[in-house]
């Protein structure tokens, strides 16, 4: 089956990688057909649930579904006389977006026209629903090409922004957005049940996220009273179990046995000073305590300020698949999202 996921197109690179990592995690194969600007294009082996798992899982696309055509903008709308139309009983509309000023010479409203046009045609039941439809055609507008497809899922945007920062009873100021650290833990390939270590808890923004997921959570922070707010902004969201909160040194754990995942976000200035190392000493020190802490074959999710790091830091400690994104926070900080596997033996 062909997919096309509309994306957020909040960052370049991050939303179309966490669709392929949250495919990976679930076990999906996958080939990539296309990537275009925020909409990606992959041809998947379906699963019961599937839909329903990509939904609640993603937080960096907007919706996805079945691919009904890919169109050049210059043979539309002609070429939908050659197009079969998809088969649909009942009610439904057809949406369009267009993605940085693509295709200019194409109204939207005339793609919708012309697309609604071709599906009453085929289909003797179904009529236009503006409001609430049975079925939801997209259309995207991106690269010099018209996507359309059926969707199959939407991500529930809202369910993120109940959890951001502001929202919570306790907060930090230097804390991650919830999207982004879904992303993260998606990136990290999390599977439901995987037991994942986040050592630098905070308040416990990733954690959320780590739960959300369906996976075990070891949180742990140098500082008591922080502890004690994470516990807190858990319970006020509903997670009274699968999770173990320690006070403790990130570079003294002693877990008893190795996690499946790492993914945490180490602080920096004055916060990490307070623990006797500078904020890059920090970081640099925690790589090298990784292969301590997680399993041969488990994936790192892990952000810094973009200039802590290298790949040779991570080369060096036994990772063989590295990548990494840049995120832009303020004038003074950028963050830099590394994710990388740790080697078999």
Same mark, same amino acid.
């Given at each position: 089956?062909?997919?096309?996921?509309?994306?957020?197109?909040?960052?370049?690179?991050?939303?179309?990688?966490?669709v392929?990592a949250?495919?990976e995690?679930?076990?999906?194969?996958?080939?990539?057909?296309g990537?275009?600007?925020?909409?990606?294009?992959?041809d998947?082996?379906?699963s019961?649930?599937?839909?329903?798992?990509?939904?609640?899982?993603?937080?960096?696309?907007?919706?996805?579904?079945?691919?009904?055509?890919?169109?050049?903008?210059?043979d539309?709308?002609?070429i939908?006389?050659?197009?079969?139309p998809?088969?649909l009983?009942?009610?439904?509309?057809?949406?369009?977006?267009?993605?940085?000023?693509?295709?200019?010479?194409?109204?939207r409203? *005339?793609?919708? /026209?012309? @697309?609604?046009?071709?599906? &009453?045609?085929?289909?003797? +039941?179904?009529k =236009? #629903?503006?409001e609430?439809?049975?079925?939801e055609?997209?259309?995207?507008?991106t690269?010099?090409?018209?996507?359309?497809?059926?969707k199959e899922?939407?991500?529930?945007?809202?369910?993120?922004?109940?959890?951001?920062?502001?929202?919570r009873?306790y907060?930090?100021p230097?804390?991650?957005r919830?999207?982004?650290?879904r992303?993260?833990?998606?990136?990290?390939?999390t599977?439901?049940?995987?037991?994942?270590?986040?050592?630098?808890l905070?308040?416990g923004?990733i954690?959320l996220?780590?739960?959300?997921?369906?996976?075990?959570l070891?949180?742990?922070?140098i500082?008591?009273k922080?502890v004690?707010k994470?516990?807190?902004?858990?319970?006020?969201y509903g997670?009274? *179990?699968?999770? /173990?909160? @320690?006070v403790?040194d990130? &570079?003294?754990?002693?877990l +008893?046995?190795? =996690? #499946?995942?790492?993914?945490?976000?180490?602080?920096y200035?004055?916060m990490?000073?307070?623990r006797?190392y500078?904020?890059?000493?920090l970081a640099?020190?925690?790589?090298?305590?990784?292969p301590?802490?997680?399993r041969s074959?488990?994936?790192?999710?892990?952000?810094?300020?973009?200039?802590?790091l290298?790949?040779?830091?991570f080369?060096?400690?036994?990772f063989?698949?590295?990548?990494?994104?840049?995120?832009?926070?303020h004038?003074?900080?950028?963050?830099?999202?590394?994710?990388g596997?740790l080697?078999?033996?």
């Open positions: 089956m062909r997919l096309a996921f509309l994306l957020s197109g909040e960052h370049p690179g991050i939303p179309g990688e966490e392929k949250v495919l995690a679930l076990e999906v194969p996958y080939s990539v057909v990537e275009m600007r925020s909409c990606l294009l992959l998947i082996s379906p019961e649930g599937l839909f329903r798992d990509l939904a609640e899982r993603l937080s960096f696309t907007r919706s996805f579904g079945r691919v009904l055509s890919i169109m050049d903008p210059s539309f709308p002609a939908l006389r050659d197009l079969e998809p088969r009983s009942g009610r439904f509309r057809v949406r369009s977006f267009r993605i940085e000023g693509c295709c200019r010479s194409i109204k409203y *005339e793609v919708e /026209s012309k @697309l609604g046009e071709w599906i &009453l045609m085929a289909n003797e +039941g179904a =236009v #629903d503006l609430n439809p049975d079925y055609v997209i259309a995207v507008l690269s010099d090409t018209i996507v359309v497809y059926l899922g939407e991500v529930d945007r809202s369910l993120f922004r109940v959890k951001e920062v502001a929202a009873p907060v930090h230097a804390s991650m919830p999207t982004l650290a992303a993260m833990v998606n990136l990290a390939r599977r439901r049940g995987d037991k994942v270590l986040d050592p630098f905070g308040v923004g954690a996220e780590v739960l959300s997921v369906g996976a075990r070891i949180g742990v922070d500082d008591e922080t004690v994470a516990k807190n902004n858990m319970i006020t997670f009274l *179990e699968g999770y /173990s909160l @320690l403790g990130a &570079l003294k754990l002693d +008893g046995e190795k =996690v #499946d995942r790492i993914v945490t976000d180490p602080p200035g004055r990490s000073v307070s006797g500078a904020p890059r000493e640099s020190r925690f790589i090298f305590k990784i301590e802490y997680l074959g488990g994936w790192v999710s892990i952000s810094v300020p973009a200039d802590f290298s790949s040779k830091d080369e060096e400690v036994g063989d698949v590295i990548k990494w994104f840049d995120v832009r926070e004038r003074s900080l950028t963050r830099r999202i590394w994710v596997r080697s078999d033996p």
